[in-house]
């Protein structure tokens, strides 16, 4: 397959190649108005179009004009769904070339919407829909799918969408959402791209009683039922298309952790939620770091939540730790977790598994707040999907402790976030280095103009997506997303740290994900676990990998 997603040179077209119509209506092949002449002569389409022959900067103008119109952003994002079904080529140009605007249309905080709305706004389908009726014909199902070269796979069962909760067979819009942002982001080919929902059925009763819903109208299934859907599945993958990468996707934390650790070293797989959320949380308090000027080691950081965010987070800035020579015990004493319950100490014996390791030995303390004055930390994170609690007593405190202190509101959607931007900065005096999970606009103070940005996972798992295809690695490992941290660390400039962005520009998306693919097929090579042969200047070879959204030539 070359760069256009042909299987042929430009101008030598297979018989088979779709005439007319069929064409016009095969979302990666069409054109629309931008057919030459030429083509539309030899490809049955004079006619079917009208005479004027569009650039393609002609109909990205177009299309932004008529995206710009839309009253909501629910409307946008149906605006770009229906674009994505009849052109995507043009889809890709626009999201590519306008990522501060497209993004947060296609991806967080829009996405969820879209699927709070999916059965009422549904047109065309998109990606495969896997039941457990359809246990025991998984490969067959797989083989339904159109395209033969898949490479990755983004794979949700619906149970914990973003921090929207159980959405059942709705949450199909993050798998494609976030496949959409594995091309514009890193140039990974569409047609490489496979988006699935495993449809177990919902404990959502509001939503089964909706008439429009679309998925099984049946609690979810559990135990064996449950475990064999996902263990053909993955098992299926590999079948029909050897060597995928499967991303788990917004699974609820009791399947999360463990399908992690059932699968990791099987097939080349990881989590973005507890995986690609680590590294980006740790590239922003690596950046933040540049400003206080202190080392990893010497900072506490309190976790608002505990869950896949917190502790992924928390397990990859211990291993960054006792990777910079600290013993892993001291290291993991440096994270505190909050949960509904409180702070996550020894004595309780009400925890999960996966915050056992954070559970230090210390007196009960009920709250965030209280915990921010008990351990002063010079961190917090939130990620527990509780809007507001970043409270002004909470930032004021903070500011109190530290000069600077390292302030993220990363739960989604918007909703959900911690604090604003705005607010942060007003109860720290400008001070604290704020990252968010939704986007906050520029925030103007009497001293300067912060400029906040996204921690956004869509800065990391592109680039370690199409790392591990490049590279064709059988396992996706902890230190690929350590070193993606650093490399996106890397990445912000003083430019940026001194107008408060511990993160780049979305728009250097691409050339950062091409320096976080050659990092991460870096380990792969060094670790003996890549597939393909090693190129003599990797980051050459994977930007020549990238999939640019520019027309192929059918026709000369
Ligand atoms: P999760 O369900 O695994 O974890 C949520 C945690 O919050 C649980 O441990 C729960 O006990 C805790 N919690 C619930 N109520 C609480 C309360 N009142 N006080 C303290 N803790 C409470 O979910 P997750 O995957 O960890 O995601 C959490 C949030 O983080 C979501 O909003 C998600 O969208 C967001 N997130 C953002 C990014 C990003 O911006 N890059 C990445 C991942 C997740």
């Known amino acids: 397959m070359n760069k256009d997603g042909l299987d042929v040179a430009p101008g030598l077209l297979p018989a088979s190649f779709p005439r007319g119509m069929a064409l016009l209506q095969d979302p990666t092949l069409n054109k629309g108005t931008a057919f030459t002449q030429a083509e539309r002569d030899v490809l049955g389409l004079t006619g079917l179009l009208p005479p004027h022959v569009n650039t393609q900067d002609a109909q990205v103008a177009r299309v932004l004009e008529n995206f710009r119109r839309k009253a909501s952003d629910l409307e946008r994002y149906i605006n770009l769904a229906a674009l994505h079904d009849r052109n995507e080529t043009l889809f890709f140009r626009l999201v590519v070339d306008y990522p501060d605007e497209m993004m947060p249309i296609i991806y ?34 797989l083989r339904n799918w159109p395209h033969r070269h898949v490479a990755i796979i983004v794979v949700t069962d619906g149970e914990r969408i973003l921090g929207l909760g159980d959405l059942g067979a709705n949450g199909m819009g993050i798998p494609v959402g976030k496949l959409a942002l594995y091309t514009a982001g890193a140039g990974v080919h569409p047609t490489q791209c496979l988006p699935v929902l495993l449809d177990v059925g919902t404990n959502n009763e509001a939503l089964r009683r909706d008439p429009l819903y679309l998925g099984l109208d049946e609690p979810r299934a559990t135990g064996h039922v449950y475990d064999s859907l996902v263990d053909e599945f993955v ?39 507890i995986q690609g959320t680590a590294a980006v949380a740790l590239a922003g308090i690596l950046s933040a770091l540049r400003v206080t000027g202190g080392t990893l080691a010497q900072q506490t950081i309190l976790f608002q939540g505990a869950g896949e965010a917190a502790t ?176 996106l660390a890397a990445q912000v400039t003083e430019a940026d740290l001194a107008q408060g962005s511990l993160y780049p520009p979305l728009p250097a998306i ?38 640019e959204p520019r027309y192929a030539t059918y026709v000369a």
């Open 108 to 141: 967080t905080p829009t996405v969820g919407l879209a699927c709070q709305q999916f059965g009422h706004i549904f047109q065309r389908p998109r990606g495969l829909f896997i039941s457990t009726r359809d246990r025991g014909n998984v490969a067959g199902i």
């Open 235 to 273: 098992h299926a993958t590999q079948e029909v298309f050897p060597g995928v990468v499967v991303q788990f996707e917004d699974f609820a934390n009791h399947n999360a952790f463990r399908l992690l650790e059932r699968y990791r070293d099987r097939v080349p797989s990881f989590n973005d939620d």
């Open 312 to 487: 992924g987070i928390a397990d990859l800035a211990v291993a960054a730790m006792v990777a910079a020579g600290m013993p892993e015990t001291d290291a993991r004493r440096r994270c505190w977790l909050v949960d509904s319950k409180g702070l996550v100490v020894a004595e309780r014996t009400d925890l999960a598994e996966h915050k056992r390791r954070y559970a230090h030995a210390h007196a009960p303390v009920r709250d965030l707040a209280a915990a921010v004055n008990l351990l002063r930390p010079t961190a917090i994170i939130g990620v527990a999907a509780v809007g507001g609690a970043f409270t002004p007593d909470v930032l004021r405190a903070m500011a109190t402790i530290n000069e600077r202190p390292i302030v993220f509101a990363l739960s989604n959607p918007t909703s959900k976030s911690e604090c604003t931007a705005a607010d942060a900065y007003e109860h720290t005096g400008g001070r604290a280095l704020f990252a968010s999970g939704s986007p906050f606009a520029p925030v103007a103070r009497a001293d300067r103009t912060h400029v906040p940005r996204q921690g956004n996972n869509s800065y990391i798992f592109p680039g370690v997506g199409m790392g591990a295809i490049v590279s064709r690695t059988r396992r996706v490992t902890d230190e690929m997303f350590l070193v993606a941290a650093r490399t």
């Open 510 to 547: 691409r050339d950062v994900s091409a320096h976080i693919a050659t990092a991460v097929a870096s380990v792969a090579y060094r670790r003996g676990i890549a597939g393909a042969p090693e190129p003599a200047d990797l980051l050459a070879h994977v930007k020549a990998a990238m999939y």
